[in-house]
């Protein structure tokens, strides 16, 4: 017997929504699958406090995806929040606005259950000459979360780090300046000792990113004429890519990255902070 079902993510700094049919062997067909970009954790770093404009950005989405729940009739529906509602002293106000909007208990979710959910997401469609173990990264909005495995995640760790955190604490400038990037370097390189010696980060052979930033940082490598996640999904890009890219990317002005073909508008002011974790 076959159900709808439905999944809503929310980060630091989008918000997507999967709307898909169950099959009796527990298989996934996608029904609808859309993505907004509402920057939740904007200046939740410095502020503590998730703003009144992020709020209503969140639940304007929030509203769109309980019209597309219920043209479907999903009869399951599951809402996790990540990093900015961890964070934030306010978080209770945004619980209650989803609650009020989609009538389901929305579930802040620890980092280290984060990272579990990724890696399952992230390696159940991985090609069969991918060799394990695999390190999963998932670099979002406030942490970048790290997980070496192979069938099941073996060790994890969430660190504060992510594309919207790491450009509002260091990357201000446009384009950033040369002290910027060092600090941010430096910043990032400590964290991820940090994370080294909780994750044998050495013993991967399969490095997975997953989010924007480096599904973004994919599309330049590739050279897109436009962003297509079907081409970009499961592409190969080289640690030569990534460095040049990050370079490139922290180079440029906001005009010129908003000026890539394959920039999404809500990723333009941060994607540079994000190459540089990758």
Known sequence: MTQTVAAIDCGTNSIRLLVADLDADGRLHDRDRRMRIVRLGEAVDATGMISEAALQRAFLACDEFAEVIESFAATKVRFVA???????????VFVDGVRARLALEPEVIPGEVEAALSFDGATSGLPSDATAPFLMVDIGGGSTEFVLGRDA?????SVDMGCVRMTERFLASDPPTTDQIRAVTEFIDELIGIAAQQVD???AKTLIGLA????????IALELPEYDPHRIHGARVSRAQVHAIAKQLLAMTRTQRASMPVMHEGRVDVIAGGAVIL
């Not at 990540?82 to 209770?92: E, F, I, L, P």
């Not at 924007?212 to 599309?219: D, I, L, Y």
């Open 82 to 92: 990540t990093s900015a509602s961890r964070d934030a002293k306010n978080r209770q």
């Open 153 to 157: 995640p073996q060790q994890s760790i």
């Open 201 to 203: 980060l050495g013993a």
């Open 212 to 219: 924007g930033s480096v599904t973004t940082v994919a599309a």
